[in-house]
């Protein structure tokens, strides 16, 4: 995190001062209370922060300074060339005192310790000056206390208005929610107009919890059990940001989840579901023993019995079918060792290549579309990297929702100067902070894309000297954008023309453009096309290949990149090594002995193609509920149920596995060992905290036992092995192991122990050799609106779930959210005489699903944005198989639906009933 006070002030110098007579060299700009932090010297402070500006409110780090007047707060001083600076001195010392009695003064009596386990930072400061009793009586305060949140309470009686939550907010957080209100004995923190915390604006990130030094702000769980008694280092097990944390244990149960200060990717930071929404470990409904399934009902079973049943099971349909009958599809929630044992058994023991993973359905457009341009499917450069833009291109992505510390570090960019640009059919939270929304129409993006290259290349602000010397086929490129006029791409994406060349030039200007996509530009039809469309813009600047630039995907799942970096994809091995190159399969024969077929496998959805042909007779799926979350869920739900075998391994009965013959129940992240590869290609240990809940097993463990039983041993000890044969197979993860993951991890390629890995990508040439320039044109949706169905539904997450919902609604984010609603322009709404909170069905060609409809402009007239975190409304049934046309995946963003007053008889069944007649 930037901090105003401990950043250089630009030109690189240093300068060198002494503090208790130690001498220490800091950045220019460095404040005196840094420089004798770097110098060993204790400063007490109560209103300074590490991660917060200078404020000088408690004037407890008071100093003297030789030559000058008074006094100075030590955190607003900077530090000078030649100071000489004394911490402490009897007059310093009573001036402390004297400030901390007065403190105290109006709690009466001494406030509790702090509930994380250490003494309290303002019970510390009073023991560090030499207090030892309070000679003042001041007025003690009588406040009511804010209960509301459900993860953290709030005394005002514990207050000393330091301020320190108001500023975590504000620059940390960028939510503005909390404020100072009144002056002198009556100052005290609010929550928004007034209202309590769970009222207000708050979006429960612990950014205030974490600053807070008396205990005002503290988390409910920790005062009701107390503090922690051990702790580890792990991974967030949500989005794919990869959030550090120390998971912090007492009696053998997780009690919170403490951000990490140093690490690179979040920098202390959290958003409520990593910070807080952990509860789901100890639902009561966790799967704690195998279920077989016997005469129609599940009945508990043994893991031998259920691992014996599995492997006789496959066995049989080997024998009858060959092992193209057989698939896997394995989990982006899963750790890089579970997925490449995955798919290690499907190859090697079953013999087949039909192993998939739920990045099928979220960013396998990506990979495609950045592996013909830049030659890997993969972030070009870190999150450190938002820092360093000059400018900022949001496609397709909600990320202070979606990725919510990643929007916070977006939103302190901007406010310290960086360019914004989002590109979004929703006006989303950035959009308060933008200089250019282009409000597309869903399915537009190519289009769009294209526009800004046009506006580009006949303004001629591209790089001639980049374009000559690092790509290829850009004359082909050229010809193609000159036809997309702003005029025509006005007329295709409703976005206006003006808008467009705006933000063609800002692009094109900064110097430095750094461009973070979503599942906005995925999940369409041509979703493969517009991650090329991004690349190509790109290479036309030549915003790649340096800091601050590139094209960046914010992966939707904790281990999204990390499963198909480890080969779980039914055409490629490890880090995309292609199943056609025979070296690339011998090299893996050799380590798995068996034979590797060079034919790739089926992708998800084809697998429930095969399924419905009578070609594909048993499938396992880890850590994936497929009925929930694939569109046209009828047709999945016909496919599954057409299995001759099904096993589903997961922390919970979901909707598919409550389809299954046999289910094996999983441990959470938080109960096993592993690494996850976040977004930016970090790879970062997760530690076992606690026991698995029950029989629950790891993964690894599951897969290794049922290929012991399918004949085909797999022998680790620890994940740390399968990690081993992971970097010896693969060029760029040679150089990863896990004693060179302590700490923060390594960005691949690494591809020798000694380095260092890599933050930005192709800076001196691309994995293909030259960058492509791969001309797209734009081709419309799958489906768009008509007469019948004429809204255009975009599906997509919120702040307080995630995904299918199965984690977060065993939480107490249900206090926020606890139904799926539908999202309706107003004026929409008028014309439909729909009133705000009001009971809507909502249909397609496929089905329909009753809802809550809120008003929103945050959508245009003619759209509507719904969500899919609860299972019992089954939103996907409205979605159409249609997929991206390289990758399969599948259209979440596009669908032709229709909204109706519950009273209306719907068309559909109106139809039905004179079908019905006519019989």
């Given amino acids: 995190m930037v901090s105003p006070d401990s950043s250089s002030n630009g030109n690189g110098k240093a300068v060198t001062l002494t503090v208790n007579g130690r001498p220490v060299a800091v950045p220019a700009g460095t404040t005196v209370l840094k420089a004798a932090k770097a110098a060993g010297v204790f400063i007490p402070t109560l209103c300074a922060s590490d991660k917060l500006s200078p404020y000088g409110s408690c004037r407890m780090c008071l100093v003297s300074i030789e030559g000058a007047r008074g006094l100075p707060a030590s955190c607003t001083t900077p530090a000078a060339d030649g100071m000489v600076v004394t911490t402490t001195t009897p007059e310093i010392d009573r001036l402390r005192r004297n400030v901390m009695e007065l403190y105290l003064s109006d709690f009466g009596d001494l406030p509790p310790a702090r509930s994380d386990g250490g003494r309290h930072p303002f019970l510390d400061i009073a023991a560090y000056v030499g207090l030892r009793e309070v000679r003042y009586r001041g007025v003690k305060h009588d406040r009511p206390i804010d209960d509301s949140n459900p993860y953290f309470r709030f005394d005002p009686n514990l207050c000393i208005a330091c301020g320190r939550c108001v500023r975590a907010c504000d620059e940390i957080q960028g939510t503005f929610a909390i404020q100072l209100l009144s002056r002198g004995f009556d100052t005290t923190v609010v929550a928004g107009a007034g209202v309590s915390f769970a009222e207000s604006n708050c979006v429960s990130c612990g950014a205030c919890v974490k600053e807070c030094p008396t205990g005002a702000l503290d988390e409910k769980r920790l005062l009701q059990v107390g503090p922690p008694d051990s702790s580890v280092r792990t991974t967030c097990a949500y989005c794919g940001v990869g959030c550090q944390f120390e998971a912090q244990v007492r009696g053998g149960q997780v009690v919170s989840m403490k951000p990490i200060d140093d690490s690179p990717v979040n920098e202390g930071h959290a958003c409520v579901k990593g910070r807080f929404a952990f509860d789901y470990v100890y639902a009561p409904d966790r799967l704690r023993t195998p279920l077989i399934r016997k005469d129609g009902q599940f009945v508990e079973a043994t893991w031998d019995e259920a691992i014996d049943l599995i492997a006789a099971t496959f066995k049989r349909i080997l024998e009858q079918h060959g092992p193209d009958a057989l698939a896997g599809i394995s989990s982006s929630r899963g750790t890089n060792e579970e997925n490449y044992l995955m798919q290690k058994f499907f190859r090697a023991a079953v013999g087949t290549n039909n192993i998939d993973n739920c990045a099928r359905v979220c960013h396998s457009a990506t990979v495609s579309g950045m592996m013909e341009v830049f030659g890997v499917g993969a972030a070009t450069n870190g999150l450190e990297d938002i820092d360093r833009a000059r400018l900022l291109m949001i496609v397709g992505a909600n990320p202070t929702e979606g990725h919510p510390v990643t929007g916070a570090r977006i939103k302190r960019a901007v406010r310290r100067g960086a360019k914004l640009i989002v590109i979004d059919p929703r006006r989303i939270e950035l959009c308060k902070y933008a200089d250019v929304h282009l409000q597309l129409r869903p399915g537009a993006n190519v289009a769009v894309l294209n526009g800004l290259a046009h506006v580009i290349l006949t303004e001629g602000l591209y790089d001639e000297a980049f374009i000559g010397q690092r790509t290829e086929n850009f004359e082909a490129y050229r010809q193609t954008m000159l036809t997309y006029t702003p005029e025509r791409v006005e007329e295709i994406s409703g976005v206006p023309a003006d808008l467009l060349r705006k933000a063609a030039r800002l692009y094109?200007?900064?110097?430095?453009?750094?461009?973070?996509?979503?599942?906005?530009?995925?999940?369409?039809?041509?979703?493969?096309?517009?991650?090329?469309?991004?690349?190509?813009?790109?290479?036309?600047?030549?915003?790649v290949g340096r800091p601050g630039t590139g094209i960046n995907p914010l992966r939707g799942?904790?281990?999204?990149?990390?499963?198909?970096?480890?080969?779980?994809?039914?055409?490629?091995?490890?880090?995309?090594?292609?199943?056609?190159?025979?070296?690339?399969?011998a090299k893996f024969e050799a380590v798995y002995g068996r034979p590797i077929l060079a034919t790739p496998g089926l992708k998800i959805p084809e697998m429930y193609e095969a399924t419905v042909a009578g070609k594909l007779k048993g499938l396992w799926i880890v850590g994936y509920d497929v009925l929930h979350t694939d569109p046209n869920t009828h047709f999945v739900r016909r496919a599954l149920q057409q299995l001759d075998f099904l096993v589903v391994q997961d922390l919970f009965l979901n909707e598919t596995a409550k389809l299954a013959h046999v289910v094996l129940p999983g441990a959470s992240f938080l109960e096993k060992d592993g690494t996850f590869t976040n977004g930016?290609?970090?790879?970062?240990?997760?530690?076992?905290?606690?026991?698995?809940?029950?029989?629950?097993?790891?993964?690894?463990?599951?897969?290794?036992?049922?290929?012991?039983?399918?004949?085909?041993?797999?022998?680790?000890?620890?994940?740390?092995?399968?990690?081993?044969?992971?970097?010896?197979?693969?060029?760029?993860?040679?150089?990863?192991?896990?004693?060179?993951?302590?700490?923060?991890?390594?960005?691949?390629?690494?591809?020798?122990?000694?380095?260092?890995?890599?933050?930005?990508?192709?800076?001196?040439?691309?994995?293909?050799?030259?960058?492509?320039?791969?001309?797209?044109?734009?081709?419309?949706?799958?489906?768009?609106?008509?007469?019948?169905?004429?809204?255009?539904?975009?599906?997509?997450?919120?702040?307080?779930?995630?995904?299918?919902?199965?984690?977060?609604?065993?939480?107490?984010?249900?206090?926020?959210?606890?139904?799926?609603?539908?999202?309706?322009?107003?004026?929409?709404?008028?014309?439909?005489?729909?009133?705000?909170?009001?009971?809507?069905?909502?249909?397609?060609?496929?089905?329909?699903?009753?809802?809550?409809?809120?008003?929103?402009?945050?959508?245009?007239?003619?759209?509507?944005?719904?969500?899919?975190?609860?299972?019992?409304?089954?939103?996907?049934?409205?979605?159409?198989?249609?997929?991206?046309?390289?990758?399969?995946?599948?259209?979440?963003?596009?669908?032709?639906?229709?909204?109706?007053?519950?009273?209306?008889?719907?068309?559909?069944?109106?139809?039905?009933?004179?079908?019905?007649?006519?019989?």
């Fill in 557 to 585: 799942q904790n281990n999204v990149q990390g499963s198909c970096d480890v080969g779980a994809m039914p055409h490629a091995l490890t880090t995309y090594q292609k199943l056609q190159d025979p070296d690339v399969r």
């Fill in 680 to 919: 930016e290609r970090r790879i970062q240990r997760i530690r076992k905290a606690i026991p698995p809940v029950g029989q629950a097993r790891a993964d690894w463990e599951v897969i290794c036992a049922i290929s012991e039983a399918m004949g085909y041993p797999m022998q680790y000890s620890h994940p740390s092995e399968v990690m081993d044969e992971i970097a010896r197979l693969t060029p760029s993860l040679a150089g990863v192991s896990y004693d060179r993951l302590e700490g923060d991890g390594i960005q691949w390629p690494a591809p020798h122990a000694g380095h260092p890995g890599t933050r930005v990508m192709h800076q001196e040439q691309f994995p293909r050799g030259k960058g492509k320039f791969s001309p797209a044109d734009y081709l419309p949706p799958g489906e768009e609106p008509d007469e019948d169905y004429p809204f255009c539904l975009v599906t997509g997450r919120i702040l307080h779930h995630y995904n299918s919902g199965t984690m977060t609604r065993r939480t107490r984010l249900t206090a926020w959210v606890d139904e799926d609603v539908v999202e309706l322009h107003p004026d929409d709404a008028a014309e439909l005489r729909i009133e705000d909170g009001e009971k809507v069905r909502l249909l397609s060609r496929r089905g329909e699903v009753t809802l809550t409809a809120r008003h929103s402009d945050r959508v245009a007239p003619g759209q509507v944005f719904a969500t899919f975190h609860f299972p019992e409304l089954r939103l996907n049934e409205l979605l159409s198989s249609s997929a991206d046309v390289l990758s399969k995946c599948p259209e979440y963003k596009v669908s032709a639906v229709r909204v109706e007053k519950i009273g209306k008889a719907s068309a559909r069944r109106g139809r039905e009933k004179a079908l019905a007649a006519a019989d």
């Fill in 508 to 543: 094109a200007t900064s110097g430095a453009s750094m461009c973070c996509h979503g599942l906005g530009v995925s999940e369409h039809k041509y979703g493969s096309f517009g991650v090329m469309a991004m690349a190509n813009l790109a290479l036309l600047t030549g915003n």
